[in-house]
T-cell receptor, first 114, second 111 residues
Framework: DTAVSQTPKYLVTQMGNDKSIKCEQNLGHDTMYWYKQDSKKFLKIMFSYNNKELIINETVPNRFSPKSPDKAHLNLHINSLELGDSAVYFC?????????????FGSGTRLTVV | LAKTTQPISMDSYEGQEVNITCSHNNIATNDYITWYQQFPSQGPRFIIQGYKTKVTNEVASLFIPADRKSSTLSLPRVSLSDTAVYYCLVGASGGSYIPTFGRGTSLIVHP
């Protein structure tokens, strides 16, 4: 059983398009996250939801909008895609909003904007 | 927010012990120290977590000095499959906690 699953794994799209990445976790965790990893492997948090409520909203363009229909799902919608959005996006979850309990990551979505 | 500093890259050979040190000078009293491993095309994977002194599991050991301003991940007798990026994460519970991973340490194990 996959603990944190993301779809799609690869996404190639043109500038200006709108796309969504879906994430689901079956661990019963209360908190979910979206991270962006650039080509230099820098892993930067974008958003965090705790029990469907937005907790962390780091400085990202308004074109990025997370949506959490329930605590097991956290989707990421991106409007008007730009070349600089190309990166690997990781979804993660944890039992509590903390660093004490460890994060479980999905396998990532490699987004390429052309 | 405890900022961490790690070497960008390290090289080793099969069978050697590898120690990766992370500096976190402004670690808070409630902060735990957690290490993650990331293989290419995969998400980071939890390796080990500690608060103070030494923690050991089947994968690695974590050494934390008394002042907790640094920590060292020790990988015994590495193999080629240990080639990965290793991240040090420092944090604790609370609504204001922002988990920040940084760039990590790229470990390459040579035959």
């Amino acid at each position: 059983d996959t603990a944190v699953s993301q779809t799609p794994k690869y996404l190639v799209t043109q500038m200006g398009n709108d796309k969504s990445i879906k994430c689901e976790q079956n661990l019963g965790h209360d908190t979910m996250y979206w991270y962006k990893q650039d080509s230099k492997k820098f892993l930067k948090i974008m958003f965090s939801y705790n029990n469907k409520e937005l907790i962390i909203n780091e400085t990202v363009p308004n074109r990025f909008s997370p949506k959490s229909p329930d605590k097991a799902h956290l989707n990421l919608h991106i409007n008007s895609l730009e070349l600089g959005d190309s990166a690997v996006y990781f979804c993660a979850s944890s039992q509590f909003l903390s660093g004490n309990y460890g994060y479980t990551f999905g396998s990532g979505t490699r987004l390429t904007v052309v | 927010l405890a900022k961490t500093t790690q070497p960008i890259s390290m090289d080793s050979y099969e069978g050697q012990e590898v120690n990766i040190t992370c500096s976190h000078n402004n670690i808070a009293t409630n902060d735990y120290i957690t290490w993650y491993q990331q293989f290419p095309s995969q998400g980071p994977r939890f390796i080990i977590q500690g608060y103070k002194t030494k923690v050991t599991n089947e994968v690695a050991s974590l050494f934390i000095p008394a002042d907790r301003k640094s920590s060292t991940l020790s990988l015994p007798r590495v193999s080629l499959s240990d080639t990965a990026v290793y991240y040090c994460l420092v944090g604790a519970s609370g609504g204001s906690y922002i988990p920040t991973f940084g760039r990590g340490t790229s470990l390459i194990v040579h035959p």
